[in-house]
């Protein structure tokens, strides 16, 4: 199910043909660096990530992590949504890009236009999102799309502090 489109992208629901996208992306290193090892080392273990992580939150909440696509090439880039955290009273907005897509500008795009259905179509009333303390293009990017920095916090309750960041409806 598409979610919306983008002047060079779409972004829709994962499904399992997605899979062997999905065992690359999480398997690169800025992926494993900045988000951490998921130990998807197989398409089976890739399509339960799928079931586990992406499509039982459309179901249960209406939204959750989707497939960004190049337009031109239907090609995967990376995973742009929002995710629902227990440690957050409202949603936070997660993206990944493929090494290849990095620094094209895809990532802020999708954000952006996302950040819009958030408000527009989900009728959200605020978004977190986090990263590490040393990733500075996700800090770049969370300022840019309008979150303001709120604290140091353990969003993940992994013992890993991330820096917290917040926006709220225009």
């Not at 909440?61 to 949504?81: H, N, R, Y």
Request: glycine content about 8%; some cysteine.
């Amino acid at each position: 199910m598409t979610i919306l489109e983008t002047p060079r992208t779409i972004l829709r629901e994962a499904t399992h043909d997605d899979a062997p996208f999905i065992l690359q992306l999480l398997n690169e290193p800025g992926w494993i660096r900045f988000i951490g090892d998921r130990n998807i080392h197989d398409l089976q273990a890739a399509r339960d990530y799928i079931d586990l992580r992406f499509r039982e939150n459309y179901e249960k909440l209406g939204f959750g992590m989707c497939v960004a696509l190049e337009k031109e090439t239907q090609s995967p880039i990376g995973l742009i949504g929002f995710v629902k955290r227990d440690t957050l009273d409202a949603p936070d907005i997660g993206y990944a890009v493929t090494e290849p897509h990095q620094g094209k500008g895809y990532a802020y795009e999708v954000c952006s236009a996302l950040l819009d259905h958030g408000w527009n179509i989900y009728g959200f009333d605020k978004v977190y999102g986090y990263c590490l303390p040393d990733n500075g293009p996700s800090i770049h990017m969370l300022e840019k799309l309008g979150l303001t920095f709120l604290r140091d916090q353990d969003v993940n309750q992994s013992g890993e502090i991330c820096r917290l960041y917040m926006a709220t409806r225009p």
